[in-house]
């Protein structure tokens, strides 16, 4: 899972209280959400929104996700999500890391999205448009 191409995208972001357990870590279904939201603001960055992408009849949707958890984070925990994408046939592939401030892994995941057009699988050729240029 070790690429040496550069992320295109990074997001800062905090643990919030919320997000912790009864440990005082994060739950491990917690880092899905991190590694969505990276995904949605690298669109809306990008110039397509989720919200445009739906109104104009593209639906990416999860196919798979492989994450490997590498370090836990805890309440008031600094962390950068940053992400790569490319294509696997007709799917997009998002290589996404969660780096603690101090550059400590915490999360390396690989996230394969299909693209639905209309209601219909698609080969997502609208979207690899928009994003030719990470690709």
Known sequence: MTDSRPYIFELPMKVRDYEVDVEGIVNNAVY????EH????????????FRQMHE??????????????????GLG????????????????V??????????????KAKVFVACLENGRLSRGER???AFAKWL
């Open 32 to 35: 899905l959400h991190y590694l």
């Open 38 to 49: 990276t995904r949605h603001e690298f669109c809306e960055w990008a110039g397509l929104s």
């Open 56 to 73: 104009s009849g593209i639906d990416p949707v999860l196919s798979k996700v492989e994450i490997e958890y590498k370090h836990p984070l």
């Open 77 to 92: 925990d600094r962390m950068v999500s940053k992400l790569r994408l490319g294509r696997k046939g007709a799917q997009f």
């Open 94 to 107: 998002f290589e996404q890391d969660i780096y603690k401030e101090n550059g400590a892994p915490v999360v």
């Open 127 to 129: 979207l690899a448009e």
